[in-house]
């Protein structure tokens, strides 16, 4: 019997995990950068740069503390998700919901028509609660793609792609590298254009010049 057929079976773990799942969503719409920015300011950080409540384009409003303070708090609540729920019910099937529920907060929070942050700090967060091992997996992953490349966003994203077959490599099982697997692919969404636009700039930087043509 799988996972989702014992909840279906089980009418409380069912309205338990409606608990989690809604709670820790809640817990990820807490846009700290949005409100940073507004309380600051007075702008709504939606409709500067690249329109993201992250705290990349918080730096462009408030600088490197805006962009620290907005860090550690999408950190902190993708961690607290994960804690609560693991608190609160003891089991891991329930830290796994909490833990996608929060970063779906975090990117698409109802409160700031759907529009929220990119998902790193809030993934980073939840994944120090969830399974800590991984932040390492995380890490010696996208060392070898920054070394070479001298970027941010496409070795970081190389790293997220790889993180679910780190996490089966390490034998986390099939539920929780499932959970990894989700929450790796909506970060991956998430950057869809800084992607694009990493590529084409690789692209462009490895293109040879053009030929100036020779004057009569």
């Not at 969503?25 to 300011?41: E, N, Q």
């Not at 609540?77 to 907060?105: F, H, I």
């Amino acid at each position: 019997m799988s996972w989702l057929e014992s909840w279906l079976q089980e009418p409380g773990d069912l309205a338990r995990a409606f608990l989690v799942v809604l709670g820790s969503y809640f817990i990820g719409c807490v846009a700290g950068g949005y409100y940073l920015v507004r309380w600051t300011t007075g702008r709504d950080i939606r409709f500067v740069g690249s329109g993201s409540a992250g705290a990349r384009n918080v730096s462009s409003v408030l600088g490197i503390r805006g962009f620290l303070v907005t860090l550690v708090w999408d950190a902190l609540k993708g961690a607290l998700a994960v804690w609560v729920a693991a608190r609160c019910t003891g089991d891991s099937r329930m830290e796994g919901l909490a833990m996608v529920a929060a970063l779906a907060g975090h990117l698409w929070p109802a409160q700031l028509g759907f529009r929220g942050g990119k998902g790193v700090a809030t993934s980073l967060g939840s994944l120090l609660m969830f399974e800590p091992e991984l932040l390492l997996a995380l890490a010696l992953l996208f060392l070898p793609p920054w070394i070479l490349l001298r970027r941010t966003i496409l070795p970081g994203m190389v790293a997220y792609a790889c993180l679910p077959f780190a996490a089966w490599f390490l034998d986390h099982g099939g539920y929780r590298s499932g959970v990894v697997a989700v929450c790796s692919m909506l970060v991956l969404y998430a950057h869809r254009r800084n992607l694009a636009e990493e590529w084409a700039a690789l692209s462009a930087r490895r293109r040879p010049p053009a030929m100036n043509s020779e004057k009569a």
